[in-house]
């Protein structure tokens, strides 16, 4: 089974990314906790909610998160995809949802998530992360502790540096 980083630690993914719903649904049983492309949960949603496991869709930052902020009660997960590290898109996404929108599941990050970006990642509103086979997550770990201190407001702390109290 794979393995993710949350909470700062790694455990087993619970959840199964289907890349190809249409063709891969048919293989899955119906308990298990799924995630799917916005464009599949958009057209297939009554069928998806009707099965017994969980869903979660999968975005990129180039979606319109008004394209399925009224569907937020019915998904458990949302995992953002970084197709390219640079892509920052999805960083604004995090922070709409929890802030804006008021999300608390899950919000994942998933493509090519690279160490250095955990803890930018972690302060605008992701609390799990799927990285490359590529990268080592006990390694990816450290990064939550390599800035101690961080200036502005954030989803973790929404107080700047200079509106706290020592």
Request: charged fraction near 30%; aromatic fraction near 8%.
């Amino acid at each position: 089974m794979p393995k993710i980083i949350k909470g700062r630690e790694v455990i087993e993914d619970q959840w199964v990314l289907v890349a190809e719903p249409s063709e891969e649904l048919q293989t899955i049983e119906d308990d298990i906790h799924i995630i799917v492309p916005l464009s599949y949960w958009t057209d297939n949603k009554t069928a998806i909610l009707a099965r017994t496991g969980k869903a979660g869709i999968q975005v990129s930052g180039a979606d319109e998160l008004d394209s399925f902020s009224e569907d937020l009660d019915d998904i458990d997960v949302i995992a953002i995809d970084f197709p390219k590290f640079g892509d920052g898109r999805g960083y604004s996404m995090a922070r709409l949802l929890r802030e804006r929108h008021g999300y608390t599941s899950e919000i994942r990050a998933t493509g090519d998530v690279l160490r250095d970006q955990l803890s930018f990642m972690e302060r605008c509103g992701f609390d799990a992360y799927a990285l490359r086979a590529d990268r080592n997550m006990e390694d990816a770990i450290k990064s939550f502790s390599a800035l101690t201190i961080a200036y502005q407001s954030d989803v973790v702390e929404p107080r700047p540096i200079y509106a706290r109290r020592p």
